[in-house]
């Protein structure tokens, strides 16, 4: 069982940037062992792929909407996983999820085994 919560979220104006992390409750072998990937839900609309990360951290891969703004990351060592965001946009206004997958990463939501409770992002313009 892999408990998973977010935190970082905030209001922040366009273009600015915010740091969201998402601590697991696991043991660090156990972390290791997972994928994580970053899903947003914006108002009114589906939860869409954002961002995942190996489980070695090694490899990460983004949705065409955030690339080259959005950089994700792990600490293996503490259990966490990050999310800088860049550059925001209006449009990145929405709430973000991290969950987390035994071995591979995935960009499909219905891959993910657990989820974390959302932190809201609010962009101004």
């Known amino acids: 069982q892999v408990q998973l919560v977010e935190s970082g979220g905030g209001l922040v104006q366009a273009g600015g940037s915010l740091r969201l992390s998402c601590a697991a409750s696991?043991?660090?072998?156990?972390?290791?062992?997972?994928?994580l990937g970053w899903f947003r839900r914006a108002p009114g609309k589906e939860r869409d792929f954002v961002a995942g990360i190996s489980r070695s951290g090694n490899t990460a891969g983004y949705a065409d909407s955030v690339k080259g703004r959005f950089t994700n990351s792990r600490d293996n060592a503490k259990n966490t996983v990050y999310l800088q965001m860049n550059e925001l946009k209006p449009e990145d206004h929405a709430v973000y999820y991290c969950a987390a997958k035994l071995w591979a990463s995935s960009n499909k939501s219905m891959a993910y085994e657990y989820w974390g409770q959302g932190t809201q992002v609010t962009v101004s313009s």
């Open positions: 696991a043991s660090a072998y156990t972390f290791s062992a997972y994928a």
